[in-house]
């Protein structure tokens, strides 16, 4: 099992910047990938990037590249999502979800809102 909790959110006007933050914890040798899905009301879950656990790379939605920045610190087993320049398209939960090795295949945190007014 792996536990994904994050923090940060929040309301935020456009333009400006939030981060969030999710602590890794239980079985963390076994991801591989680890980042952000989010949710819009009425929407599919969306991609919004991902990075590797061990070899750093990273993916962005191109709806956020260049605006979103992920990182990792593995001593802390914890990453972090740096969003600035914030559309009001940006509203939505924010998951932290990890993909691992075997079965299950991914573990999702608890949402996170993020909402952005115009």
């Known amino acids: 099992q792996v536990q994904l909790v994050e923090s940060g959110g929040g309301l935020v006007q456009a333009g400006g910047s939030l981060s969030l933050s999710c602590a890794a914890s239980g079985r963390t040798r076994s991801i591989r990938d680890i980042g952000w899905i989010r949710q819009a009301p009425g929407k599919e879950h969306e991609f919004v990037t991902s990075?590797?656990?061990?070899?750093?790379?990273?993916n962005y939605a191109t709806s956020v590249k260049g605006r979103f920045t992920i990182s990792r610190d593995n001593a802390k087993n914890t990453i972090y999502l740096q969003m600035n320049s914030l559309k009001p398209e940006d509203t939505a939960v924010y998951y932290c979800?990890?993909?691992?090795?075997?079965?299950?295949?991914?573990?999702w945190g608890q949402g996170t809102q993020i909402t952005v007014s115009s």
């Open positions: 990075i590797s656990w061990s070899g750093g790379s990273t």
């Open positions: 979800h990890a993909i691992v090795f075997g079965d299950p295949g991914d573990f």
